[in-house]
């Protein structure tokens, strides 16, 4: 931890390919324990910024500090606290999910074991199949263990849930929560907003290399604060109505009516359509 | 694992001192998944490993029985030019192409973000090399033993193969892992890259052709890169009364391991200042 307690620190990050600005001036603190999603549109700057944190690539300008230490001149005992799930990553076809996971547990100085790593992302009977044999959310699902073996206190996903079928992210989310809840600080990237939604306690959305909005998902663009639209089905069909009261206009609703509203719904802003404004419909 | 009822993640502070664990330990277990992985890809076994057995079968039921002279067959010369040919392809061309396929499908990438010691990795190579150019020789002994009348050599003899094979294979090992670093897609141009010039080595050295049948100036140009040296070494080593076939009547053992060892160092230098653990399109 630096001086400031955070577990991920960045100041002005500045990141340019052959002059052109890729990350222009990010800043970003995420608190030990937390889980943080960075959202945005393909090549607004996720990956590289997730990848100056990881130690990957060098930074053209600004400070970073991950788990206390420079990412750019951090050794071995640094990466032994990080875990890396990269977003495309395929090898070794013809070895076993179990061996995998135990040649990589041998790189960590108290790794966590193996068996143990495999049952938590759901490939307990998998363990003893060949890679190969996999299916593209098996071999993501590898990618996830070989990023936990280690035991880090810091877990990086790069959008780690892409080809996944929802019954397999639901039990994604649940490894995630489970880690977030036994102190695993967790940086995500993704692009689906229901991920974010549910996993992470901050957002922050990236456009263009820069943050243009960070807060808690429900807060996320002055959603929280925002005007509802309360919807009912009345006799010419279906009304709905703008308010910032929406409990009150409930209530009148139900004394019209004499008690229940036909087809009532109070909606705010989703997420997507915050998310959808502020990267300003590009997708 | 304590209670069983716990399913935290070992964080614990104080499991952080224990030390990292030393190359020598993670290039072992490296060694293991590496040999794994390569007896287990038929592709990999049938081209690097089978074919200069195969090869050998063909060559020598074609011209085995024809004489070169001086008590020689052409059998025997090709025993010997196939077993420098096989070290060299389970050296030269499997580590070229397993590392250029490795660093386009980020497995080097991976492994770069884990706090695996750089040396390991090249450990895990080296035993993976040298066990299957071993098994390569063994294999093409025994097609001599069995189809030519190749006689096993005495002590001294195996010295000189025992120093050709290391100097050979560390040079081959060198280049091949340079030469990872040059084709822009593995998938693409690694044979053309990789392969192209290897299949024109062996035409020229000694392999496929008797060496003393190579016209002058060709066999110039062979003599600049390490295969031409290795085949020589083997045919002192298995084909001895050869001697008055080879150019200037003698082996020039000093000469072999001259130009083994140079492009040792040249290898080195070139291995130093190309390799990388990300491709281009991702530094």
């Known amino acids: ?283 | 694992m304590t209670a069983g009822a716990s399913t935290a993640p070992s964080v614990a502070i104080g499991a952080r001192r224990a030390p990292l664990p030393g190359a020598w330990r993670v290039g072992w277990s490296r060694g293991q998944v590496e040999l794994k992985a390569f007896f287990r890809e038929r592709q990999s076994v049938v081209f690097i490993f089978a074919m200069p057995a195969v090869m050998l079968v063909l060559l020598g039921a074609i011209f085995g029985k024809q004489g070169a002279g001086h008590g020689v067959t052409i059998g025997d010369l090709y025993v010997a030019g196939l077993i420098g040919g096989g070290v060299m392809a389970t050296s030269y061309q499997n580590l070229g192409m397993s590392i250029a396929f490795e660093r386009e499908r980020f497995t080097l990438k991976r492994l770069r973000g884990t706090p695996m010691p750089a040396a390991a990795y090249f450990v895990g190579k080296i035993i993976q090399v040298l066990v299957a150019a071993l098994a390569e020789v063994a294999v093409l002994l025994v097609v001599g033993l069995a189809f030519y009348h190749l006689r096993l050599p005495g002590a001294a003899a195996w010295w000189t193969f025992a120093w050709v094979f290391v100097l050979g294979v560390a040079a081959c090992s060198l280049l091949g892992i340079a030469a990872s670093s040059v084709p822009r897609s593995a998938a693409r141009n690694g044979v053309a890259v990789i392969t192209f010039p290897f299949v024109i080595l062996q035409f020229i050295s000694g392999v496929y052709v008797p060496f003393f049948l190579v016209p002058a100036w060709l066999r110039d140009i062979a003599s600049v890169f390490p295969l031409e040296w290795m085949c020589r070494g083997m045919r002192s080593v298995f084909v001895p009364q050869a001697v008055a076939l080879e150019p200037g009547h003698s082996w020039q053992h000093g000469q072999t391991a001259l130009v083994l060892s140079a492009w040792i160092g040249a290898g080195l230098v070139l291995c130093l200042t190309t390799f990388h653990w990300q491709n281009r399109q991702d530094r």
């Open chain 1, 1 to 283: 931890m630096n001086a400031t307690g955070c577990a991920v620190l960045a100041r002005g990050l500045v990141k340019r390919y052959g002059g052109v600005a890729a990350v222009s001036g990010i800043d970003l603190e995420i608190a030990p324990g937390e889980v943080f999603a960075l959202l945005g549109p393909n090549g607004a700057g996720k990956t590289t910024t997730v990848e100056i944190l990881e130690g990957y690539r060098a930074r053209d300008g600004g400070e970073v500090s991950v788990l206390g230490t420079d990412p750019q001149r951090a050794g071995r005992a640094w990466r032994a606290r990080i875990g890396v799930v990269l977003q495309l990553a395929s090898d070794a076809p013809e070895l076993t999910v179990a061996e995998m996971v135990g040649n990589f547990a041998g790189f960590y100085p108290s790794p966590r074991r193996p068996a143990e790593v495999i049952d938590l992302v759901g490939l307990a009977d998998k363990a003893r199949a060949r890679i190969h044999t996999l299916s593209g959310g098996q071999q993501r699902r590898l990618d996830v263990a070989l990023g936990l073996i280690g035991g880090p206190e810091l877990l990086f996903l790069d959008e780690p849930t892409t080809g996944f079928d929802p019954a397999a992210r639901h039990a994604f989310w649940d490894v995630i929560r489970a880690l977030s809840g036994s102190g695993v600080t967790v940086l995500l990237t993704t692009h689906y907003l229901d991920e974010a939604a549910t996993l992470a306690d901050r957002v922050a959305v990236i456009r263009d290399g820069v943050i243009v909005a960070e807060d808690r998902p429900d807060d996320l663009g002055g959603r929280a604060a925002a005007a509802a639209v309360v919807s009912w089905q009345d006799h010419g069909g279906r009304r709905s109505e703008r308010t910032a009261e929406p409990t009150r206009l409930v209530a009148e609703l139900a004394a019209r009516h004499g008690g229940e509203v036909p087809e009532l719904t109070v909606t705010r802003p989703s997420l997507e359509d915050v998310y959808l404004e502020l990267i300003g419909g590009q997708r």
